[in-house]
């Protein structure tokens, strides 16, 4: 079968696995009647040492070919060619009938005007200057320790089970293990049964509102405020009263103004690093509010996205950890620590609350990632995510010294912005509304 030799030019270079390549090839070659129907292929010993390849690509790339129906490998006779092969092109339907295309509206009526647009996003450019909301760089992540650690995993027989449906509140590894982590870095006295793990901090914020409030229900925010978790609590039929965020974080005297005249159900604030303003709840307004979600039995949903980022000295601990009434529901993310793309949170609440919560969940995701939970775990206690945390943080703050810098040269009397104690964002205000700023081209 020297010819197959010659119908068959793998390219090092291309982005298609070696294995798909001499599939499709051979497919090409069938379709174009260069190998018939019935012919006799060579053994995959034989095409791999013809090819210069190992023979279990070529075992991979037969198997494709006999699950696709191309070939068949009959016991002790060899592979061949079918003689009835799949369909070639589709037939030409009768009458004159016009291709068939998906219409942009729907057949059947729906509440458009119920769900409120969220803009898309696509990947960002890797080659242009990107502004956000303060991502992480994931060019530090430890992705060869990740991928090795779920390659291992998945290796282990044990580990099979966690290939099927399991629990909806997430693997026991990880929560066991999370809940040592922030007992020992943010003052929390949990288990495991108080945590239920998410795909991110924005789920958990959904999740945990879609337990707690009804359509109608009053829920205060601050202002300025993160506009995602305000889009959800709209969604789900809030009306919303904003507060405002001073250098102190959320005035807890307009708070309390309001409780003393309405029926709050929930107060979302962000103590550390509040979104979009950067300060930090002080500890006078954090006890404050604490003893008003006791008085007027309120839920307060901590968002505490990037504790780990914080520069200039220990962060004060959440107010989660000083919560001995069981009105704070704790919600933070992994997605800062590691990457976006690793979508992993948690919500910490009494027992009750999380089991509840972990029914909902199941109603619109059945569970998560249970081999990446058990990877993250891992990576967690072999100190993996602790040394990536340390080496972060020296380098954020770096840049954060940096940009502001250039803040400072570049923009004087233009902007005002004060340097961020932690986090990935700065701040800033423009003191001038005709201000335009140019970039370089390309950028």
Request: glycine content about 6%; hydrophobic content about 40%.
């Amino acid at each position: 079968m020297s010819l197959l030799k010659e119908l068959i030019t793998i390219d090092d270079k291309s982005e298609v696995s070696v294995y798909l390549q001499i599939t499709n090839l051979i497919i090409h070659h069938i379709r174009h009647g260069r190998l018939r129907k019935g012919l006799k292929l060579p053994g995959s010993r034989e095409l791999a040492v013809m090819l210069g390849i190992n023979r279990m690509t070529v075992v991979a790339a037969y198997q494709e070919l006999e699950a696709q129906g191309w070939i068949e490998m009959l016991p002790k006779k060899g592979t061949f060619v079918k003689a009835n092969l799949p369909v070639l092109s589709p037939k030409q339907l009768a009458g004159n009938v016009a291709d068939f295309s998906l219409p942009e509206q729907p057949g059947f009526n729906y509440d458009q005007k119920r769900i409120i647009p969220v803009a898309f996003s696509d990947f960002p450019p890797t080659d242009k200057l990107a502004f956000n909301d303060g991502f992480p760089d994931v060019r530090l992540a430890p992705i060869e320790e990740f991928t090795r650690c779920m390659r291992s995993l998945s290796r282990l027989s044990a580990n099979k089970k966690y290939l099927q449906y399991g629990g909806a509140q997430g693997t026991l590894l990880l929560r066991q293990t999370l809940a040592n982590f922030l007992c020992d870095t943010r003052g929390l006295s949990i288990t495991a049964d108080n945590i239920l793990i998410t795909k991110g901090s924005q789920m958990g914020i959904f999740i945990a509102t879609s337990v707690i409030i009804n359509p109608g229900d009053e829920v205060i925010v601050g202002v300025p405020g993160y506009r995602m978790a305000n889009l959800t609590f709209q969604q789900l039929g809030a009306k919303l009263i904003y507060v405002p965020v001073d250098e102190d974080g959320m005035d807890i005297n307009a708070v309390e103004k309001l409780c003393e005249k309405k029926k709050i159900r929930l107060v979302y604030v962000i103590p550390h690093h509040h979104n979009p303003t950067t300060v930090t709840l002080s500890p006078e307004r954090r006890m404050h509010l604490l003893k008003l979600a006791t008085k007027y039995r309120f839920a307060i949903i901590e968002d505490d996205y990037d504790y780990d980022f914080h520069y200039s000295s220990k962060p004060i601990m959440p107010m989660a950890s000083y919560d001995s009434k069981g009105n704070v529901i704790y919600i933070g993310t992994l997605t800062k620590t590691f990457a976006p793309a690793v979508r992993l949170g948690f919500i910490v609440a009494p027992k009750e609350f999380i089991q509840t919560a972990t029914y909902f969940r199941k109603h619109i995701d059945m569970q998560g990632d249970s081999l990446m939970e058990n990877a993250i775990a891992e990576l967690y206690k072999d100190g993996t995510i602790a040394r990536h945390i340390k080496k972060s943080v020296k380098l954020y703050k770096e840049r954060r010294d940096h940009f502001c810098d250039c803040l400072q040269k570049e923009l004087t009397g233009h902007i005002s912005f004060k340097v961020p104690d932690g986090g990935m964002s700065v701040y800033t205000t423009f003191l001038k509304h005709d201000l335009k700023i140019i970039f370089p081209q390309g950028v």
